[in-house]
T-cell receptor
Framework: DAKTTQPPSMDCAEGRAANLPCNHS???????VYWYRQIHSQGPQYIIH???NNETNEMASLIITEDRKSSTLILPHATLRDTAVYYC?????????FGKGTTLSVSS | DTGVSQDPRHKITKRGQNVTFRCDPI?????LYWYRQTLGQGPEFLTY????????KSRLLSDRFSAERPKGSFSTLEIQRTEQGDSAMYLC???????????????FGSGTQLSVL
């Protein structure tokens, strides 16, 4: 399984963009990068995923470097409800393998 | 779409007792996953089913853990002879997966919190 490295915590002011980095230098060529988040006392929630190209949906944008060794999740206008643990997880088969993630704290 | 449902939400048991958790996936979802999560850690994969077939169980924590998905609908996770170290949140997720692994979104339930005294 590819290993990931994420900062343990980040802070963001409400209304500003939150940029969450993830290093996945051992990712293999057919592994997608998935991002999930987990709000306290709930199960993880899917955010976005990508293989090589940058992706955008109604929740976030995903920027993947050309060498695919790292990616950045962007929440364009963070709100207080975006406070959560964010997980970056590569996957090629079987199941998602989660690390400890990044705890994002959004404050007013 | 009523979401993934897990029952019970909380379970308190004494060491040595057996416990069983139930997961009802989103209707029509063909894959079902079980994870365990301890405080401060990300979810840890345990096992998964494609319809009624259990395709991966090597990550089940010990032979005290077993899971079933009869008829490919709901699933149960049983822990026999519980130990204090089994205290954790047990999460279930389901997905609708095709022949490719890409684009599979997992939908998680809210979990069952197990406390072993």
């Amino acid at each position: 399984d590819a290993k990931t490295t994420q900062p343990p915590s980040m802070d963001c002011a409400e209304g500003r963009a939150a940029n969450l980095p993830c290093n996945h230098s051992t990712i293999s060529g057919n592994e997608y990068v998935y991002w999930y988040r987990q709000i306290h006392s709930q199960g993880p929630q899917y955010i976005i995923h990508g293989l090589k190209n940058n992706e955008t949906n109604e929740m976030a944008s995903l920027i993947i470097t050309e060498d695919r060794k790292s990616s950045t999740l962007i929440l364009p206008h963070a709100t207080l409800r975006d406070t959560a643990v964010y997980y970056c997880t590569p996957r090629a088969g079987t199941a998602l393998i989660f690390g400890k993630g990044t705890t994002l704290s959004v404050s007013s | 779409d009523t979401g993934v449902s897990q029952d019970p939400r909380h379970k308190i048991t004494k060491r040595g007792q057996n416990v069983t958790f139930r997961c009802d996936p989103i209707s029509e979802h063909n894959r079902l996953y079980w994870y365990r999560q301890t405080l401060g850690q990300g979810p840890e994969f345990l096992t998964y089913f494609q319809n009624e077939a259990q395709l991966e169980k090597s990550r089940l924590l010990s032979d005290r853990f077993s899971a079933e998905r009869p008829k490919g609908s709901f699933s149960t996770l049983e822990i026999q002879r519980t130990e204090q170290g089994d205290s954790a949140m047990y999460l279930c997720a389901s997905s609708l997966a095709g022949s490719q692994w890409s684009g599979e979104k997992l939908f998680f339930g809210s979990g069952t919190q197990l406390s072993v005294l």
